[in-house]
């Protein structure tokens, strides 16, 4: 064994929604100690955090689960196909209580730094309010799209009344009703925001900069004989969500390309699956959507077809069309009633990316080049920090004294999205370079290949694991080549968040392994069962 001095905790986790109870339970069944600090007054993570009206998953939620536990898995009840945050936030309270998690969850302290002890191989972890900790492990459960994205618009302190980011919607709640609400950006909170506010503040104004291809989620209850046919069926659900390419529950590939199908027979398919809802329309219809620019642009049009459809003005719907990128190079939001919430005569549409720029935010509201608007309440839903703002947010160092900010400057580079070079016992969950997919799905996976690490180490009497450059070099290579062989990589044009083309005075970088979630989460097993070549394993000298 080495001569590693006793830390406080085994493991050190920032961030208690999805990733930080995940951790919680297999870090406890391996037989080690682990703290989760939260700077949140509750645990939940995004499902803490973003109370806005309207807000829901994307994903089902009868996959949108932890699913290590079979015994949740058959009491837990959905109450419908796509739950709201509150159940969401109940879901994991649940799962907590019967894991009895709490013990080992902190709330309300905010870490402010963690720096790898060179001497002791342990991470000195530390508090807004000065405590510190000790782990031999010290893990970021903080998420992928936790850290909002504030722009810096001018003016935007000087707002006289509410004026927040939409992931900060305030905990006490916010009576809209009658008032009069601004809401600058157009991406999935304000798709999902706009029906519910729009039923009862006197008018809305959405300031869009760049319009989504928005599918249909066609919410709608759980009935008994559903939820029985889907809990007599959870090890086949899990199974398809670990193979598909998105970690979603869907039967795709479905092996069939629109390039040889027949146009008549590709509209027939593409009607017959809009109704159902939900991203099936794109992982049920056909294979080549991702990889085929025609064949992308056709299903981009009969999208654009149903959006026209739906909004009675045809100037307000040609602003909502999009144009000039392909569908999924921005993330696609699920529609609750966005595009019939543009028939109200309360909503209002403004064109902030070619017609009429944004310039500042006054006292009073918020203007542009061509107008003036007066606003009670200003919502800045205007994205997150994806995959590394949480994390970037701490001030963790590594060897030689670096940041992980500070590394990341240029290059968000990361060993298959768990771990980096000059980081030692570190691991991120869904970190930069990790797929975009079903992300429960995604974030059991990566805690598996953490706590399997972390077993050989313990078992094998390890003090250090060194995540090794030359990995990292061909992780950061093999993802920008599967990349470019997509057409994510238009992303760039249209500010996805995906590539990190959101924030200001940051170059955008390769933040997503698109070469299938199933397709990683295999190369995650095969790092374990070939030993962790990624890794070199250290023994302190005695």
């Known amino acids: 064994m080495g001569s590693q001095p006793k830390a406080d905790y085994d493991v050190i986790a920032i961030g208690a929604g999805f990733a930080g109870l995940g951790l919680i339970h297999f870090v406890r069944e391996a037989g080690l100690s682990i703290r989760v600090f939260d700077k949140a007054a509750d645990i939940g993570g995004t499902w803490t955090w973003n109370r806005y009206p309207g807000a829901a998953t994307d994903s089902e939620g009868y996959y949108y689960c932890l699913t290590f536990s079979k015994e949740i898995l058959q009491e837990w009840s959905w109450s419908q196909r796509y739950p709201g945050w509150e159940e969401t936030h109940r879901y994991l309270h649940f799962v907590a209580d019967k894991e009895e998690m709490w013990p080992s969850i902190q709330l309300n302290t905010e870490i402010v730094s963690a720096e790898f002890q060179e001497e002791s191989a342990l991470w000195l972890v530390t508090s807004a309010s000065g405590e510190t900790h000790t782990c031999k492990y010290f893990v970021s459960a903080m998420g992928m799209i936790s850290e909002p994205n504030v722009p810096n618009i001018k003016g935007k302190d000087s707002f006289k009344g509410p004026c927040f980011h939409s992931s900060r919607w305030p905990q006490e709640g916010l009576d809209y009703a009658g008032k009069r609400v601004g809401i600058i950006g157009s991406g999935a909170t304000t798709v999902q925001m706009l029906p519910e506010v729009a039923k009862t503040a006197k008018s809305v104004t959405v300031f869009q900069r760049t319009p989504n291809f928005v599918m249909p989620a066609v919410q709608k209850p759980m009935t008994p004989e559903w939820e029985k046919e889907i809990k007599d069926n959870y090890d086949k659900i899990i199974e398809t969500c670990r193979n598909h390419v998105f970690g979603m529950c869907f039967n795709s590939p479905v092996g069939r390309n629109l390039a040889d199908t027949p146009p008549d027979e590709v509209q027939r398919i593409l009607e017959e699956q809009w109704p159902k809802g939900s991203f099936a329309f794109v992982f049920e219809t056909f294979d080549d959507l991702l990889s085929n620019a025609e064949s992308n642009q056709v299903v981009s049009d009969f999208i654009c077809s149903k959006i026209r459809d739906k909004v009675d003005d045809p100037v307000v719907a040609e602003l909502l069309s999009p144009k000039g990128y392909p569908l999924f190079a921005k993330r696609p939001p699920l529609d609750h009633g966005y ?204």
Request: glycine share 8%.
């Open 339 to 542: 595009f019939e919430a543009y028939n109200r005569d309360n909503v209002q549409l403004v064109d902030i990316g070619k017609q009429e720029p944004l310039v500042e935010i006054t006292a009073t509201g918020v203007r542009t080049t061509e107008n003036e608007f007066e606003f009670d309440i200003l919502v800045l839903a205007t994205g997150f920090k994806a995959y590394t703002g949480a994390t970037e947010a701490v001030a963790v160092t590594g060897r030689g004294g670096a940041t992980l900010k500070e590394k990341w400057a240029t290059e968000s580079a990361s060993i298959m999205g768990v771990c980096v070079a000059d980081f030692p016992n570190l691991f991120l969950i869904t970190g930069p370079q990790a797929p975009f997919a079903n992300l429960p799905t995604s974030i059991e996976q990566n805690i598996m290949w953490i706590t399997d690490c972390i077993k050989k180490m313990e078992s094998e009497g390890y003090d250090v694991c060194e995540p090794q450059q030359k990995a990292e070099d061909e992780w950061v290579a093999h993802t920008k080549d599967i990349h470019e062989q997509t057409l994510m990589a238009q992303g760039h044009k249209v500010n996805s968040w995906m590539m990190g083309a959101n924030i200001e005075n940051k170059n955008p970088r390769v933040l997503i392994y698109f070469g299938g979630a199933n397709v990683y989460y295999d190369k995650l097993r095969e790092s374990v069962d070939g030993g962790f070549p990624e890794m070199a394993f250290e023994r302190l000298a005695q």
